[in-house]
């Protein structure tokens, strides 16, 4: 690798910086070899973090000369690549100062963020941040294309994905929604109970799921027994489950997958075929029960 901090300096973005990035190491391996990477960008030691309730943290001194990144040593593999990537984008972007203590320290959360108020400076960091590890680990000109390969979007597909680029599955989804063509969700739930939601919600338009609210029993993960570590066939779920449905419009066709997780954990993948603007619905009276009911009865 010979791309510099040099290379980098009129980068004021995420996007910007990997695009640079990715202009000097125009054949940069996959997965990404993070942890050399950041090496080769001033960062002289990855160390396991020792501050109890954070995901990692980044030591720099204010003029950044270089940096020592910290990891929870306790999380996944995959989870601290994404934690290194984190906190190598605080060291690279510009406008991203360290605390009195020269130090960043982000919890998981912090991890999770995709979107911040105007006026939250800390958490708008941290979405970029999260903006520069998922772009540097997963690539867009190179992600969008992998993305795009499958007939169909698939959980099988995103698992495989994850597997090539070395980040965790639900990295992959929130990168899978955004590069797939057709309108695609991915949901995460515990214990039958939503926790997060990814998806293109002007793709995907009406889209209902809300955090900490119980998955409906018509949706495939309730209705139907699933295998963990094994994607459940995909199947036609009555669009009531999972979005708001207009009054005397016919529904889109909703399609529903299942990954059953460890702990407790699972994803459903959903995706939709919009139906015509004006077409009605010959389905109007009927309840999200009775409309799934005749489908099952087909």
Known sequence: MTVSRIDLADAATPEKLVLEILKNEPGLAIPVPIEAFARQLDIVDIL?????????GLITPVDKFNGSILF???SPRRRRRFTIAHELGHFLMPSHVPSAEGRFLCRLQDMLALKANEADRRMKMEVEANRFAANILMPAPLFRKDAAAGKDPDLSHLVKLADKYDVSKEAASRSYVRYREEPVAVVIARHGKV?????????????????ARPVSPYSLLRRRTHQEGVPSDIDETDAG???DVQRGRKPPALYEQVLLQRDGFAMIMLSMNPPDEDEEDPEDDLTSAQRLRRRVDR
């Open 48 to 56: 396991p973090l020792e501050t109890d309730g954070y995901e990692g």
């Open 241 to 243: 489950v999972w979005i």
């Open 195 to 211: 926790l997060r939601v990814y998806g293109d919600y002007a793709k995907f338009p009406g889209l209902s799921a809300e955090r």
């Open 72 to 74: 929870n040593q306790a």
